[in-house]
Every structure is written in C-alpha cells, then in structure tokens.
T-cell receptor, first 112, second 114 residues
Framework: SQTIHQWPATLVQPVGSPLSLECTVEGTSNPNLYWYRQAAGRGLQLLFYSVGIGQISSEVPQNLSASRPQDRQFILSSKKLLLSDSGFYLC???????????FGSGTRLTVV | DQQVKQNSPSLSVQEGRISILNCDYTNSMFDYFLWYKKYPAEGPTFLIS?????DKNEDGRFTVFLNKSAKHLSLHIVPSQPGDSAVYFC?????????????FGGGTRLMVKP
C-alpha cells in the first residue's frame, strides 16, 4: 500500500533563517507531488506541483522554492523565512491521471 | 480570483439532523469535484467526489449534488454525528490540467452538537 511521510510535524523558526521540509511517498512510482499551505483561517493554497523528477511548477510567486531530487521525494525550501511564511504546510500525492489526492499529516511552521 | 468559494465559514447542526455544506465555482472548465474533511493538525482526507457527467453521488451518509448550470455543488450529511465535526473543503479540477491540480475552497467548519 502507498504511504506518504511528511516531517517535521511542528517547527518554530526565527525570521531570516532557512527552511527545509521533506516529503516522501512509498509504494508507488512516478507520482504527482504537491505542496499546499493553509494560512490561519484560510483555505488550501497550491504552492508547487511536480509531475516528474526535476520538474517543478510554481503556482504562487513567493519566498519559497521546491525540488524533487528523487522520484518519490519532494522538498520545500526557503533561504530566508518571513513572518508571512507561517502556516500549515501539506504535502500530497496522486497517481498520474487521477484526481485522488492523499495528503501527508502536515507541518505547522511558526516563524517568530 | 477565487475560482472555488465556500461562502459559509462555519455551520452548526444538531446531532441527527441534516448538514448541508455549499460550494460555488466560476471556472466552467472544471469537470471533477471532490470533498475533503480535515481535523485540526491533520492532513485532509478524501470524502466523496463527483464527475460533471453526473448530478448526484451517494456514499452512505454522504451525498454530493452538482448543479452545473448554477456552478454549484453541495454536500449533504444525513444524519449528522458529533464525529463529523471538522473543516470541510470542496475542490475542483479540470481534465485538461496535466498535473491534476485541485483548486480548493476556503473551507467550512462544521460543528455537530450532541
């Protein structure tokens, strides 16, 4: 069966520090991968998606970047965090050609 | 521009009664719609979906209705249970979209009172 792992669960980082959130998927190959963010009291905003290794599409211009160094690994990064980067970050995957997303358990990021 | 909107940020319902959550969309290219349920500090989980070729899909206590002419869908939960208390997101996608991206609404917090 397929599983998705996302870590860490919570993170408190100072303004201006770097960020690296990791997401891995097991039990499938060539998944579509996604990073979403839920800001406080807001909906789910698509940040990045990837349909293959090294292929990253950005939906929203921002202080963040994403990389897919391996087929089942998706990383969200920032060189310098801003206060506005605080939120709940969610990784998700879907089989190619399917609309069924499976989400990870999320990372609560607080920038102080 | 929000392409998927859930205009009610919260809804309170008595246990055993019907919960109706609403969602409106603007993009006429959307042809697949989903509902997700989210508990605090957890990732959303898939609940039910509907293709644009249908106007109703039912799964146990959950039914999704789609009105394409009005660009409106709704989720009915009957009977509502306290365990249904969560945030519900509707989502939409278009088949031309190679990455199968979902566009989510802002969510509706459902509270089911015992």
């Amino acid at each position: 069966s397929q599983t998705i792992h996302q870590w860490p669960a919570t993170l408190v980082q100072p303004v201006g520090s770097p960020l690296s959130l990791e997401c891995t998927v097991e039990g499938t190959s060539n998944p579509n991968l996604y990073w979403y963010r839920q800001a406080a009291g807001r909906g789910l905003q698509l940040l990045f998606y990837s349909v293959g290794i090294g292929q990253i599409s950005s939906e929203v211009p921002q202080n963040l970047s994403a990389s897919r160094p391996q087929d089942r690994q998706f990383i969200l990064s920032s060189k310098k965090l801003l206060l506005s980067d605080s939120g709940f970050y969610l990784c998700a995957w879907s089989p190619g050609g399917s609309y069924g997303y499976t989400f990870g358990s999320g990372t609560r990021l607080t920038v102080v | 521009d929000q392409q998927v909107k859930q205009n009610s940020p919260s809804l309170s319902v008595q246990e055993g009664r019907i919960s109706i959550l609403n969602c409106d969309y603007t993009n006429s290219m959307f042809d697949y719609f989903l509902w997700y349920k989210k508990y605090p500090a957890e990732g959303p989980t898939f609940l039910i979906s509907i293709s644009s070729i249908k106007d109703k899909n039912e799964d146990g206590r959950f039914t999704v209705f789609l009105n394409k002419s009005a660009k409106h869908l709704s989720l009915h939960i009957v009977p509502s249970q306290p365990g249904d208390s969560a945030v519900y997101f509707c989502a939409a996608s278009a088949s031309y979209n190679a990455g199968n991206m979902l566009t989510f609404g802002g969510g509706t917090r459902l509270m089911v009172k015992p």
